[in-house]
């Protein structure tokens, strides 16, 4: 599984941005996509997932009513809306992918940076 992300830059507080994230290979078994983030100095965290099937969705408390995460099954592609961004939300996103079976496993894109500055 190949995850291609896309989007990040710069955006003032208060903006808004979108990040994409499109899979492609052996895809038929992911159960979920997501987005997780890492600051400078912290460990990466989960922002957003969604099942690829159920489409059930889990977020941060800290994005929640503020982020949303959709999916574009044709695509295989999953979105990351961001908005009312804050200074905190300064971090560099990756892009998850995880499998069950026939083992555990996650698949990382490469992280795209969010800059939230004035």
């Known amino acids: 599984v190949q995850l291609q992300a896309s989007g990040g830059g710069l955006v003032q507080p208060g903006g808004s941005m979108r990040l994409s994230c499109a899979a492609s290979?052996?895809?038929?078994?992911?159960?979920?996509m997501g987005w997780y983030r890492q600051a400078p100095g912290k460990q990466r965290e989960l922002v957003a997932s969604?099942?690829?099937?159920?489409?059930?969705?889990n977020y941060a408390d800290s994005v929640r009513g503020r982020f949303t995460i959709s999916r574009d099954n044709v695509k295989s592609t999953v979105y990351l809306q961001l908005n009312g961004l804050k200074p905190e939300d300064t971090a560099v996103y990756y892009c998850?992918?995880?499998?069950?079976?026939?083992?555990?496993?996650?698949?990382w894109g490469l992280g795209t940076l969010v800059t939230v500055s004035s």
């Open positions: 969604m099942t690829t099937r159920g489409g059930s969705t």
């Open positions: 998850n992918a995880r499998r069950i079976f026939p083992s555990p496993y996650d698949y």
């Open positions: 290979g052996s895809i038929f078994n992911i159960n979920t």
